[in-house]
């Protein structure tokens, strides 16, 4: 009996390992579909004229990643860091600044990467325009919740930063009044450069049919590894001389 048993276990190890490549080969085929569908919305979006910002969530569920052009002054005593990784890879923080517009409502704009040496406002003053500006840009509706397991918590007492989170943000900053979502300010360059908008336009990776492939790929050697191994069985049986 434990003989038998053995011999079933090359079978179904491999029969495991073939349905578990097999369903992350399917699961990437329809992530491939997402993505695809994704950004063709994204283009369509970005080839529209540019509108105002809108009222309410709803409105603003139908214009993801539209341009917009907002007009207000900035709360630039207000500014929130978020820790994020450069266009070229260095470390740094996107800023985030409250955006007063003449009706009272607060609008957070992402105005772009800054390096860690300018995390200082003062090391980049120029940029800290007063006075009523327009800000064009990407409309953007922060995560539900945080986006993944692998994402640190937010950590506001300590101003540490690492997904958007308005709610927390207004929170922390004491503003009332803040839209459901915020703008990624456009590359429009800034006084003094810094920061460094316009990192919404960067094209979407769609890698899922390479993924897809090695899973799948992967399904078929373990496949052949057993087929293989059988077969090298069988022989060896064949020269067990007999009784």
Request: one cysteine or more; aromatic letters at 10%.
């Amino acid at each position: 009996m434990s003989g038998f048993r053995r011999s079933l276990v090359p079978p179904l190890f491999t029969a495991a390992v073939m349905l578990f490549c097999i369903g992350l080969g399917v699961w990437q085929i329809e992530r491939l579909q997402w993505k695809r569908g994704l950004i063709a919305e994204r283009e369509t979006a970005l080839a529209a004229p540019p509108v105002a910002p809108p009222r309410t969530l709803a409105e603003a569920h139908a214009l993801q990643f539209r341009r917009v052009v907002a007009e207000g002054a900035f709360l630039h005593n207000r500014e929130i860091l978020r820790i994020a990784a450069g266009p070229s890879g260095g470390s740094g923080f996107e800023v985030l600044t409250p955006l007063r517009e003449p009706d009272g409502r607060v609008v957070f704009i992402n105005r772009g990467f800054v390096p860690i040496a300018r995390k200082d406002p003062a090391a980049r003053a120029v940029g800290q325009v007063s006075g009523t500006v327009q800000i064009g840009g990407l409309l953007r509706l922060p995560p539900a919740a945080k986006p993944g397991w692998f994402v640190p918590d937010n950590r506001p007492d300590a101003n540490h930063w690492f997904w958007i989170d308005l709610n927390a943000m207004a929170a922390a900053e004491g503003l009332t009044s803040v839209a459901p979502f915020y703008i990624d300010a456009d590359a429009t360059p800034n006084p003094g450069g810094w920061p460094k908008g316009g990192a919404s336009l960067a094209p979407l990776r769609n890698d899922h049919l390479q993924y897809a492939i090695t899973w799948f790929s992967l399904a078929v050697a373990a496949l052949v590894i057993y087929l293989l191994s059988q077969r090298r069985s069988g022989r060896g049986d064949d020269r067990i001389p007999r009784a």
